[in-house]
T-cell receptor
């Protein structure tokens, strides 16, 4: 069975601090996708990244970076120089890769990030 | 990216009534759509998989007679909450999957249901 664990329930940081959100996953599949989503108070999920299990390269996009470590089954997300607008709930998710493509996402419980001005 | 809409965005209904939520893929065809439910301050949990032209597949613990899913076309899936009760109050989010080869999943903006 697939499982995603986000051990940090809530994190509070002061603006301009760097913050890392942890994500650990479990799966028996050899190929899978990992995701991060942002959910602001409006509720709409904002897609941040999808990473194929074949690709262990770290990725940077502006102030966001992701560290994928297959050896430890972790896919951590770092925001550098955090801003108040980064305040939201962040979800890590996992899905298997199938030929039919109809596989749902398994979500972690989310980490609520509060950035204080 | 592709766009998925949901209607309504918010709905308040009385206990015992039924509510229909629509999920549309606006610029692509989706043979598969998923319905998730999110209770306050909790994670998203898969309710069911909706496949165009066939019966939906429900997750364990989700009553298929209470949550009716119809995927009548490649761009529309509907979720009907029948005889709604206050405990059905939740945020319902759908997602639609694009076709081969990317199979990317796009989420709708969600529908907040409040049953009084």
């Amino acid at each position: 069975a697939q499982k995603v664990t986000q051990a940090q329930t809530e994190i509070s940081v002061v603006e301009k601090e760097d913050v890392t959100l942890d994500c650990v996953y479990e799966t028996r599949d050899t190929t899978y996708y990992l995701f991060w989503y942002k959910q602001p108070p409006s509720g709409e999920l904002v897609f941040l990244i999808r990473r194929n299990s074949f690709d262990e390269q770290n990725e940077i996009s502006g102030r966001y970076s992701w560290n994928f470590q297959k050896s430890t089954s972790s896919f951590n997300f770092t925001i550098t120089a955090s801003q108040v607008v980064d305040s939201a709930v962040y979800f890590c998710a996992l899905s298997e890769i199938s030929d039919s493509g109809n596989t749902p996402l398994v979500f972690g419980k989310g980490t609520r990030l509060s950035v204080i001005a | 990216g592709a766009v998925v809409s949901q209607h309504p965005s918010r709905v308040i209904c009385k206990s015992g009534t039924s509510v229909k939520i629509e999920c549309r893929s606006l610029d692509f065809q989706a043979t598969t759509m998923f319905w998730y439910r999110q209770f306050p301050k909790q994670s998203l949990m898969l309710m069911a998989t909706s496949n165009e032209g066939s019966k939906a597949t429900y997750e364990q613990g989700v009553e298929k007679d209470k949550f009716l899913i119809n995927h009548a076309s490649l761009t529309l899936s509907t979720l009907t909450v029948t005889s709604a009760h206050p405990e059905d109050s939740s945020f319902y989010i759908c997602s639609a999957v694009t076709g081969d080869p990317l199979y990317e999943q796009y989420f709708g903006p969600g529908t907040r249901l409040t049953v009084t």
